[in-house]
């Protein structure tokens, strides 16, 4: 899916704008300000409703409504329209800024929905302001941008799902267990003699067996009551329940939690009160924790040599940065220590809740079968002991459980007097009936047993089954963990070997380049090679143009990895500013050998050079090429002869009677593609440490090794007996144009630039013949269906091949038979 036509009507600065690109690469070239990037901002609203430059940090006061529509128009009139075509079938689309919504006739193909899918991610538009935030920015913020452009970004949240479910379960199960150690607790305390598992109650309940008659268990069956097949030795049907054994234990139980264990559990809760204050004051040391890993990681990476922060580039003296780093780790790590010690206080303090809360519900529970007994001020107070321990089980530092109480307060939560009295009551009450004989206190105690043992089995059984939920729970968050490493390291190994792929063929020089991206519990690391001398940070030992580089060679690298027809379309706006001259031409080739024959590229630049490294390598072409020049409040941007061709541009001068213009013109084209020319014929050009070439330095130099070139393909040619007509024909042509040229070029001296002065005095009809005979040198050295610049192919320090892009003009080997 490629872009055919583009229309812009009143948008970000421009008034309007066509363009038909009919699915070649888009070149918008000119200076700062002239309005390439908004023609960027235009197809970036058009896919996704919002503009990229208009988000982020710093643009809190922007917004599409007040700063999409260009000055003065109003947002109804502000409007982009684009025609994708995809092979016969083209769909158009049109976004208004006043609604922002998507208009379009009949259904969105799957491959725009693709395309637009993407672009939500921030997949299609790269940036010189986000190219490093690949590079160097932290690890956590390079991860969840990385995996938000692969389509990952969901990862991150499943696994803090996971990990608190786990948690969740984790602590349910400890809950469990502790009630079922509670309950375990109360069946063996209703024997006199000590019991500790229970094949020991099996023996205890078998001696009370024998004092009612009856035979012994061989084993306890949840199903089998302990007084099974035996008679009571009582018909006192009307026996209260706080004549049991069980009742009674229970409220010996509460009235000693009443009398004494409260206070033994305030001095535990006291003491976890005291140093949580503690903790919280140190506001400095808390921060230090939640960043301990982040720090210890920094250190790690601290080079003594460096004089600023390997995560932030803050210039930093590294001994004061590694003595600051140092004091902050020890600060979290004592505020660690203190953690785990509030953590143990906490443990010690929740079973004393549980045994308690336990107890309470067991008497109710027995009370509330009897009509006689009014429970309400125990459910209250069962209440408040289940809130109680349910916040502190949630954690200490945001909150504790009566937050702002003073201990006597927090004593009437724990205590309260109803339930004081109430307890105090019944006590009273049960020691004012008769005791039951000891066979009724066997029938009691085995009835009690006989309950408390099926709740220790039904306990056990869900504290077993949270235990294996957690226990499952615990290996789904590292099958998880373990898929998820496996996933994203074969992603980002695949990318990665792409991102070495690209960087070396722009990078030459550097051979041993070996990229490391690896996905941490936290973030994702990248680690580069540096000439053979180990694995370091990016930013560490790279130059900022060697960053940018990286930031885009993996940015394609994603590209790539994704392209299957689910990205066509990529934007990169003004990538190259920190690439130096050497390394722009390979990038040229980079894009036009790997890059364009999958995606269309939407391209800005105010590099004049950059630009004609891509029209000469074929990224751009004449008709898709739009050249800016300026921009004014009333008229938008001011565009050259839209097809961006220098040589329309001459004839517009020309034809406007502008000689000094087409004259100035002449010369900065001549020098480009005489240049270039020599660079693509492997010309040798005289050396100067300047820099500061002439017409006269290329043109020599240019013209023997074209002549040298044909001469090879004629003698190959004839080897492998091929038609060599053509490469005649051109050779007799070349004579020709080349006297022209040298014929023209005699109003000036080769050895130094154009004399403009004296052309300027010129009329366009002396300046004619001297326009002609240059672009009569360009037709020869360019092919007009690729419009490439022809070339010489080599294999290591063998010539093959002399061409062009397409092999349309020129396409004859250099290998003889």
């Given at each position: 899916?490629?872009?055919?036509?583009?229309?812009?009507?009143?948008?970000?600065?421009?008034?309007?704008?066509?363009?038909?690109?009919?699915?070649?690469?888009?070149?918008?070239?000119?200076?700062?300000?002239?309005?390439?990037?908004?023609?960027?901002?235009?197809?970036?609203?058009?896919?996704?409703?919002?503009?990229?430059?208009?988000?982020?940090?710093?643009?809190?006061?922007?917004?599409?409504?007040?700063?999409?529509?260009?000055?003065?128009?109003?947002?109804?009139?502000?409007?982009?329209?684009?025609?994708?075509?995809?092979?016969?079938?083209?769909?158009?689309?049109?976004?208004?800024?006043?609604?922002?919504?998507?208009?379009?006739?009949?259904?969105?193909?799957?491959?725009?929905?693709?395309?637009?899918?993407?672009?939500?991610?921030?997949?299609?538009?790269?940036?010189?302001?986000?190219?490093?935030?690949?590079?160097?920015?932290?690890?956590?913020?390079?991860?969840?941008?990385?995996?938000?452009?692969?389509?990952?970004?969901?990862?991150?949240?499943?696994?803090?799902?996971?990990?608190?479910?786990?948690?969740?379960?984790?602590?349910?199960?400890?809950?469990?267990?502790?009630?079922?150690?509670?309950?375990?607790?109360?069946?063996?305390?209703?024997?006199?003699?000590?019991?500790?598992?229970?094949?020991?109650?099996?023996?205890?309940?078998?001696?009370?067996?024998?004092?009612?008659?009856?035979?012994?268990?061989?084993?306890?069956?949840?199903?089998?009551?302990?007084?099974?097949?035996?008679?009571?030795?009582?018909?006192?049907?009307?026996?209260?329940?706080?004549?049991?054994?069980?009742?009674?234990?229970?409220?010996?139980?509460?009235?000693?939690?009443?009398?004494?264990?409260?206070?033994?559990?305030?001095?535990?809760?006291?003491?976890?009160?005291?140093?949580?204050?503690?903790?919280?004051?140190?506001?400095?040391?808390?921060?230090?924790?939640?960043?301990?890993?982040?720090?210890?990681?920094?250190?790690?990476?601290?080079?003594?040599?460096?004089?600023?922060?390997?995560?932030?580039?803050?210039?930093?003296?590294?001994?004061?940065?590694?003595?600051?780093?140092?004091?902050?780790?020890?600060?979290?790590?004592?505020?660690?220590?203190?953690?785990?010690?509030?953590?143990?206080?906490?443990?010690?303090?929740?079973?004393?809740?549980?045994?308690?809360?336990?107890?309470?519900?067991?008497?109710?529970?027995?009370?509330?079968?009897?009509?006689?007994?009014?429970?309400?001020?125990?459910?209250?107070?069962?209440?408040?002991?289940?809130?109680?321990?349910?916040?502190?089980?949630?954690?200490?530092?945001?909150?504790?459980?009566?937050?702002?109480?003073?201990?006597?307060?927090?004593?009437?939560?724990?205590?309260?007097?109803?339930?004081?009295?109430?307890?105090?009551?019944?006590?009273?009450?049960?020691?004012?009936?008769?005791?039951?004989?000891?066979?009724?206190?066997?029938?009691?105690?085995?009835?009690?047993?006989?309950?408390?043992?099926?709740?220790?089995?039904?306990?056990?059984?869900?504290?077993?089954?949270?235990?294996?939920?957690?226990?499952?729970?615990?290996?789904?968050?590292?099958?998880?963990?373990?898929?998820?490493?496996?996933?994203?390291?074969?992603?980002?190994?695949?990318?990665?070997?792409?991102?070495?792929?690209?960087?070396?063929?722009?990078?030459?020089?550097?051979?041993?380049?070996?990229?490391?991206?690896?996905?941490?519990?936290?973030?994702?690391?990248?680690?580069?090679?540096?000439?053979?001398?180990?694995?370091?940070?990016?930013?560490?030992?790279?130059?900022?143009?060697?960053?940018?580089?990286?930031?885009?060679?993996?940015?394609?690298?994603?590209?790539?990895?994704?392209?299957?027809?689910?990205?066509?379309?990529?934007?990169?706006?003004?990538?190259?500013?920190?690439?130096?001259?050497?390394?722009?031409?390979?990038?040229?080739?980079?894009?036009?050998?790997?890059?364009?024959?999958?995606?269309?590229?939407?391209?800005?630049?105010?590099?004049?050079?950059?630009?004609?490294?891509?029209?000469?390598?074929?990224?751009?072409?004449?008709?898709?090429?739009?050249?800016?020049?300026?921009?004014?409040?009333?008229?938008?941007?001011?565009?050259?002869?839209?097809?961006?061709?220098?040589?329309?541009?001459?004839?517009?001068?020309?034809?406007?009677?502008?000689?000094?213009?087409?004259?100035?013109?002449?010369?900065?084209?001549?020098?480009?593609?005489?240049?270039?020319?020599?660079?693509?014929?492997?010309?040798?050009?005289?050396?100067?440490?300047?820099?500061?070439?002439?017409?006269?330095?290329?043109?020599?130099?240019?013209?023997?090794?074209?002549?040298?070139?044909?001469?090879?393909?004629?003698?190959?040619?004839?080897?492998?007996?091929?038609?060599?007509?053509?490469?005649?024909?051109?050779d007799n042509k070349r004579s020709e144009v080349y006297s022209n040229f040298q014929r023209e070029m005699g109003a000036v001296n080769p050895n130094v630039h154009f004399n403009e002065n004296e052309w300027?005095?010129?009329?366009?009809?002396?300046?004619?013949?001297?326009?002609?005979?240059?672009?009569?040198?360009?037709?020869?050295?360019?092919?007009?269906?690729?419009?490439?610049?022809?070339?010489?192919?080599?294999?290591?320090?063998?010539?093959?091949?002399?061409?062009?892009?397409?092999?349309?003009?020129?396409?004859?080997?250099?290998?003889?038979?």
């Amino acid at each position: 899916m490629e872009i055919k036509e583009l229309k812009i009507h009143n948008f970000r600065g421009i008034p309007e704008l066509k363009q038909q690109p009919e699915g070649e690469n888009i070149g918008l070239i000119g200076p700062n300000g002239a309005g390439k990037s908004s023609v960027m901002d235009a197809v970036d609203f058009l896919l996704t409703g919002e503009i990229q430059r208009m988000t982020g940090e710093g643009t809190g006061d922007i917004s599409i409504d007040d700063h999409g529509p260009h000055v003065d128009s109003e947002p109804e009139e502000s409007w982009v329209e684009i025609t994708f075509s995809n092979g016969s079938e083209q769909t158009t689309l049109k976004r208004t800024v006043n609604d922002n919504s998507l208009d379009y006739d009949g259904d969105l193909p799957d491959s725009l929905e693709l395309l637009m899918d993407a672009a939500e991610r921030g997949q299609h538009l790269l940036s010189r302001n986000e190219i490093l935030n690949f590079i160097v920015s932290q690890k956590q913020n390079r991860s969840e941008q990385l995996r938000t452009l692969l389509k990952l970004s969901d990862i991150k949240e499943k696994r803090l799902e996971l990990q608190g479910a786990a948690d969740n379960l984790d602590s349910e199960a400890d809950r469990k267990e502790r009630e079922y150690e509670s309950s375990q607790r109360r069946l063996f305390e209703l024997f006199e003699e000590e019991v500790s598992d229970l094949d020991d109650v099996r023996e205890k309940v078998n001696e009370l067996r024998g004092k009612l008659d009856g035979d012994p268990l061989e084993e306890l069956d949840p199903d089998t009551p302990f007084r099974s097949e035996l008679e009571s030795p009582t018909d006192r049907a009307s026996a209260s329940p706080i004549q049991s054994k069980q009742t009674r234990e229970l409220l010996e139980k509460i009235k000693g939690w009443f009398e004494n264990e409260v206070e033994g559990f305030l001095e535990i809760d006291s003491e976890l009160r005291e140093k949580t204050v503690a903790v919280r004051s140190d506001k400095e040391a808390l921060r230090a924790l939640d960043v301990l890993e982040l720090i210890q990681d920094g250190r790690q990476f601290l080079d003594e040599d460096a004089d600023r922060c390997p995560l932030c580039l803050t210039d930093w003296d590294a001994e004061d940065l590694e003595a600051l780093l140092a004091e902050r780790e020890e600060k979290a790590s004592k505020a660690n220590e203190k953690m785990e010690e509030l953590d143990d206080l906490r443990q010690d303090a929740l079973p004393l809740l549980t045994e308690i809360r336990t107890a309470v519900e067991s008497l109710v529970n027995v009370l509330a079968q009897h009509e006689d007994f009014d429970t309400e001020d125990l459910d209250i107070f069962l209440g408040e002991l289940e809130t109680y321990e349910e916040e502190l089980e949630d954690g200490i530092i945001d909150e504790l459980p009566h937050e702002e109480s003073i201990r006597d307060e927090r004593k009437t939560v724990l205590c309260p007097e109803d339930a004081v009295d109430y307890i105090s009551d019944l006590t009273s009450r049960a020691e004012e009936l008769p005791e039951l004989d000891a066979l009724q206190d066997a029938w009691d105690v085995l009835n009690s047993a006989y309950e408390n043992y099926q709740e220790v089995l039904e306990l056990e059984e869900v504290a077993e089954e949270y235990r294996e939920a957690a226990d499952q729970m615990d290996e789904v968050q590292k099958e998880f963990i373990n898929a998820r490493d496996n996933v994203l390291n074969e992603t980002y190994e695949a990318i990665t070997e792409k991102f070495e792929e690209y960087y070396k063929a722009i990078h030459g020089e550097e051979k041993e380049f070996s990229p490391e991206i690896s996905p941490t519990e936290t973030g994702l690391d990248i680690q580069v090679g540096f000439h053979g001398r180990g694995k370091h940070p990016p930013h560490a030992l790279h130059s900022e143009g060697h960053q940018d580089s990286m930031g885009l060679c993996l940015y394609l690298a994603l590209c790539d990895y994704l392209e299957d027809g689910e990205l066509p379309l990529i934007m990169l706006d003004d990538v190259v500013m920190s690439v130096d001259a050497e390394h722009r031409r390979p990038l040229a080739n980079l894009l036009k050998e790997e890059i364009s024959s999958n995606f269309q590229i939407l391209i800005t630049t105010h590099d004049e050079l950059w630009y004609r490294h891509l029209k000469t390598v074929g990224v751009l072409s004449r008709k898709s090429t739009i050249k800016f020049s300026n921009w004014s409040l009333e008229d938008g941007p001011q565009i050259l002869g839209r097809s961006g061709d220098e040589w329309d541009r001459i004839e517009e001068l020309m034809d406007e009677g502008d000689v000094q213009a087409a004259a100035s013109r002449l010369r900065h084209t001549a020098e480009w593609f005489l240049r270039e020319a020599c660079h693509q014929f492997g010309a040798e050009v005289r050396f100067k440490s300047d820099s500061r070439w002439t017409l006269g330095d290329f043109t020599g130099p240019g013209m023997s090794r074209y002549k040298e070139l044909l001469k090879q393909s004629k003698r190959a040619g004839n080897s492998w007996g091929n038609d060599i007509s053509e490469i005649n024909d051109l050779d007799n042509k070349r004579s020709e144009v080349y006297s022209n040229f040298q014929r023209e070029m005699g109003a000036v001296n080769p050895n130094v630039h154009f004399n403009e002065n004296e052309w300027a005095t010129f009329s366009v009809a002396e300046l004619r013949p001297v326009v002609d005979a240059f672009k009569e040198l360009y037709d020869l050295f360019w092919c007009s269906n690729c419009n490439s610049c022809l070339s010489l192919v080599e294999d290591g320090f063998d010539e093959v091949a002399f061409k062009c892009s397409c092999g349309g003009k020129a396409n004859w080997t250099l290998e003889e038979q």
